[in-house]
């Protein structure tokens, strides 16, 4: 049932109780084809990322299907007090950093994981905020797909907009009036990796499905821009940019 996971006791019932009345506040939120969401079982979910409120956005419209919004969080925050106790006891999954010679096997082990207890995830696929002057998404991280690929596990693309009227890229504070603003989230049909599968550690499928999937997410968001997104990735290497905060391999 589509309440199953969420009706479980958890440290997100009070989490819940907190947070969605207050982003009530400052977002409307219309989340279109939430039932693209597995009800049950792992899945990988994958969104866009533009500004520092939308994991919030993300958060209720996963909470909303009766799934639980589990992150990826980074490594360190896990050995930081009462923090960590906290990502521990949500299920939150540690992200390996990109140098670390057991990555691959890091990768492996939290795919086999989320099969085992039936969990979804949330990886920002970009691994940052967006560094595209129109707030398109960038060039995509291997993080998502690592994990879709090594468990085949569902690869589902999520595009949300209007949440830049509530806090803007590297903006400090909130937009508080008006209340309400209009935020749309949409949510796509899994990505096909099916002719990929078994070649998780080649790094031609990895580049391949990549591009599937931030293509997905272009298009979902093109949906709700109701525009043509440009027809190359911003690419922030090209652009002189430092890909810095990233959650992301």
Do not use: C
């Amino acid at each position: 049932m589509a309440a199953s996971e969420r009706s479980r006791p958890s440290l997100f019932w009070p989490l819940a109780v907190i947070v969605i009345p207050l982003v009530s506040i400052l977002a409307k939120i219309t989340t279109t084809d939430a039932h693209k969401l597995p009800r049950e079982g792992a899945f990988v979910l994958a969104p866009n990322h533009y500004s520092e409120f939308d994991p919030l956005v993300v958060a209720i419209s996963v909470f909303r299907t009766g799934r639980l919004p589990r992150f990826m969080a980074k490594e360190s925050l896990f050995h930081v007090p009462v923090v960590g106790w906290v990502l521990k006891r949500t299920g939150m999954i540690p992200v390996a950093r990109a140098s670390s010679a057991s990555a691959a096997k890091q990768t492996m082990k939290q795919s086999r994981e989320l099969v085992e207890h039936g969990r979804g995830v949330i990886v920002y696929p970009e691994g940052t905020l967006t560094r595209d002057p129109q707030l398109w998404p960038m060039r995509g991280k291997s993080g998502a797909v690592r994990l879709a690929l090594a468990g085949d596990i569902p690869l589902i693309p999520m595009a949300q907009w209007g949440t830049q009227h509530i806090m803007g890229r590297y903006q400090k504070g909130l937009s508080l009036w008006p209340l309400r603003k209009r935020v749309r989230v949409l949510v796509g049909d899994p990505v096909d990796l099916s002719d990929l599968r078994g070649r998780a550690g080649e790094q031609a499928a990895i580049n391949e499905a990549n591009d599937r999937l931030m293509s997905a997410i272009t298009a979902l968001l093109e949906q709700l821009r109701d525009e043509k997104a440009p027809a190359k990735r911003w690419n922030p290497a090209e652009h002189g940019q430092r890909e810095t905060g990233r959650l992301d391999s």
